[in-house]
């Protein structure tokens, strides 16, 4: 493990793997760098990936007050670490994280984005106006285990019935530990999950190539997303993963990855 220093002077933890040209992988919520282990592992033949906990996750800091603008210079930061240029795949939230990073970061020369979970249409239920404020809330009076059970079910749609299961799990604790940051995630989404089309000026600087890739197997809702996105950019192209979910197989986006990044 290696830090590096944010523009705020937070601490940022990261690892490195592999030689090439500079790969950062910015992960979604809950995620901390070791979430990306396995596929930080099969691009290593390849680049030189960077893996790093975002701000109040693993070992990174958290310097108060949060704001989506910290979170671009912990990116920038790690580019900067790099070498100055590098590419960047992002998934989930992590996705609109590194489309914002690229905003204002020259040094993102391409992006691969998968499944930024916007909400454009009626195609599952908008997320409620007080979304993020109640993750705080919850987090702020040591309800950490309803805060992550609140993002699962009415954040991610997962069933209601589905969460005692996964909280008796080897893994919820490490969730529940990271509680805190799930609001920086609903913060990084905005007010695009609230059923309406994606602003068409938003990203328009952004001119980077981009290929932005949804699974075959995912709910209409994050399909129609990956489409609004490329709608709006000015160098993207999508492609479907056949058979995939949200939760891509590493073996599978490789090799995509390899390809549009090498070509």
Sequence with gaps: MNTVTSKDGTTIAFETVGEGSPLVIVGGALNDRHAAETQAGLLAPNFKVVTYDRRGRGDSGDTPPYAVEREVEDV???VEEAGGTAFA????SGAVLALEAA???PGITK????EPPFIVDDSRPPLPDDYVQHLDELVANGHRD???EYFMTVG???PAEAIPSMKDSPFWPSLEAIAHTLSYDGRIMGDNMAGKPLPSDRWSTVTSPALVIDGGASPPSLRNAVQALVDV???ARRLTLADQTHEVDPTVLTPVVVE???S
């Design 76 to 78: 920038e930061a790690v």
């Design 89 to 92: 795949l992002g998934h989930s």
């Design 103 to 105: 905003t204002s970061t």
């Design 233 to 235: 950019l000015p160098n």
């Design 146 to 148: 309803q805060a992550v």
């Design 111 to 114: 992006l691969v984005l998968y």
């Design 156 to 158: 991610v749609g997962v």
């Design 260 to 262: 549009f990044f090498t």
